[in-house]
């Protein structure tokens, strides 16, 4: 008796919240408009320069980008083991004196003229025919 008692409250229970949710107006269950799609607003990761700005980047860009080809010459120098020699070398014209970095094959072409001057300044004596003519004047 007690598990009917039981089983008919569980179903009165059931019927009433059954019949609640019946009387409900269906206005009242729906929403009055389709839900808006999402929208999300991004920004753009690039900066925005002003034109001095930009020029300035530009440039320091640049700058960075010489002085990194520069190492790597470097590097590739000393790799190469390129030797380089500074020479102070004064104009002619001006008088002014600069320095200049010299390849050492350069070197070589600079040190050799310059010991063909000296044995020229030495030997100008000597000489004074050249030799094609003193063969001539032996034939004679």
Known sequence: MKMRKWIISVLAVL????????ATKEEKAKP????EPLVINTKDKKKDYS???AKAAEAAKKAKAE????ERAKKK???????NTTVKV????????TEKNISASEMNKRRLEYARQLDEERYKDE????????NKQDKE
């Not at 009055?32 to 839900?35: D, F, L, Q, Y």
């Not at 120098?77 to 030797?83: H, I, T």
């Not at 004064?90 to 004196?97: E, Y």
């Open 127 to 134: 000489r004074t025919v050249p030799l094609s003519e003193l």
């Open 32 to 35: 009055k408009k389709a839900p």
């Open 90 to 97: 004064t104009d002619p014209k001006t008088g002014k004196t």
């Open 67 to 70: 002085q990194a080809k520069k």
């Open 15 to 22: 019927l009433v919240i059954a019949l609640a949710g019946c």
């Open 77 to 83: 120098q000393e790799k190469r083991g390129v030797k």
């Open 51 to 53: 034109d001095k700005e």
